[in-house]
């Protein structure tokens, strides 16, 4: 951010406000724990701090401390239109762009409260009255870390901080493999332990809390995986009817993506997803090397994301979905074969 953003803010925030804190639909760790910790944090400055997510997220996640306090936008509408419309302050997390927030959309676009975004998703819109934008980043935890260092409060960062931002960290760089994790990236969680985060309970928290089920349906996933050797290409199908078959829950399904992109020669792996509920066919894309599936998920799939880690939708049944990806692949088989 600009030193003179910074200044600005730090101003803004030098005596108590009403802050609303909002996550994308379908929260994730980053979510989670970038929105969280921005809380602890501000409540610490003596502020009226809520987190306020579009609508419920998995399980693995109800342990970050604090989590009890987050209001769910799906559930308790009235209350969480009536704290957007009183807030002096509204920092959006995580996210780059009104329509990520899922049924928040028309309330934010109607508060006018500052808005302040925090988020290292490519291509943000010009919502905000500051912006703090990295794409370089592991996650937004990690900039909420370094934006409480830039207001020169890096002593207020506890155990409780130190938690959430490591969470997301953590689960934003798939355990610290994924290319996005640099040297500052190790040298801020290196931090955040030394600050008390328990990186062994944390990761336990997160991936080592299966059901039954839940691997029931891994199994389902990688029965139905299909590879395209000419494009480098694999992808996993879930029908509705198998979701409910394995008793899904939300959150069941994070992660399987990957288990295409770690075939060998595999260049671009995808997971569709059939949400009868809402309609839509929920697709993740990922990625290895130059090959932006970011890129394709906005021309093809109404999403965006990162270059390695997209995710999109499609209102076409799941077939004809499947069929479409298909039919794409040969203009980028180019890129494809060449990664």
Not at 45 to 52: A, D, N, P, S, T
Not at 167 to 183: A, H, K
Not at 315 to 333: A, D, G, H, R
Request: proline share 3%; aromatic share 8%; with cysteine.
């Amino acid at each position: 951010m600009k030193k003179q953003d910074i200044s600005s803010i730090k101003k803004l925030l030098s005596t108590p406000k009403n802050i609303v804190i909002v996550a994308h639909k379908n929260p994730d760790g980053d979510a989670i724990g970038s929105t969280l910790g921005l809380q602890h944090y501000l409540l610490k400055k003596q502020h009226q701090v809520q987190i306020i997510v579009p609508n419920d997220y998995p399980s693995f996640l109800k342990w970050v401390p604090g989590n009890q306090r987050i209001l769910v936008y799906d559930y308790q509408t009235k209350s969480c239109n009536t704290l957007i419309q009183e807030a002096d302050i509204i920092f959006t997390l995580d996210f780059n762009a009104f329509h990520r927030a899922g049924n928040m959309e028309h309330a934010l676009q109607q508060s006018t409260a500052l808005k302040i975004m925090i988020d290292h998703h490519q291509a943000p819109d010009d919502y905000a009255a500051y912006t703090y934008s990295d794409v370089s980043m592991s996650s937004t935890c990690e900039m909420v870390y370094h934006f409480i260092n830039l207001l020169g409060d890096d002593n207020l960062v506890d155990v409780d901080i130190a938690t959430c931002l490591y969470l997301g960290i953590m689960t934003d760089t798939g355990s610290f493999r994924f290319p996005c994790t640099t040297s500052t990236t190790h040298q801020v969680v290196a931090h955040l332990i030394e600050r008390g985060a328990n990186n062994a309970f944390i990761h336990n928290s997160v991936y080592d809390t299966n059901s039954y089920e839940r691997l029931q349906l891994l199994g389902c996933a990688l029965s139905n995986l299909k590879v395209i050797p000419e494009a480098r290409t694999a992808y996993i199908t879930l029908s509705q009817e198998e979701l409910n078959r394995f008793n899904y829950k939300k959150g069941d399904t994070e992660g399987m993506v990957n288990y295409g992109l770690s075939l060998e020669g595999i260049v671009l792996a995808a997971i569709f997803i059939e949400d009868q509920q809402e309609g839509i066919i929920k697709i993740s894309l990922r990625s290895k090397g130059d090959f932006s599936v970011n890129d394709m998920s906005r021309m093809h799939f109404n999403g965006g994301g990162h270059t390695n880690a997209a995710g999109g939708r499609s209102e076409l049944p799941l077939k004809e979905t499947v069929e479409k990806f298909i039919s794409i692949l040969p203009s980028y088989n180019k890129a494809l074969i060449n990664e």
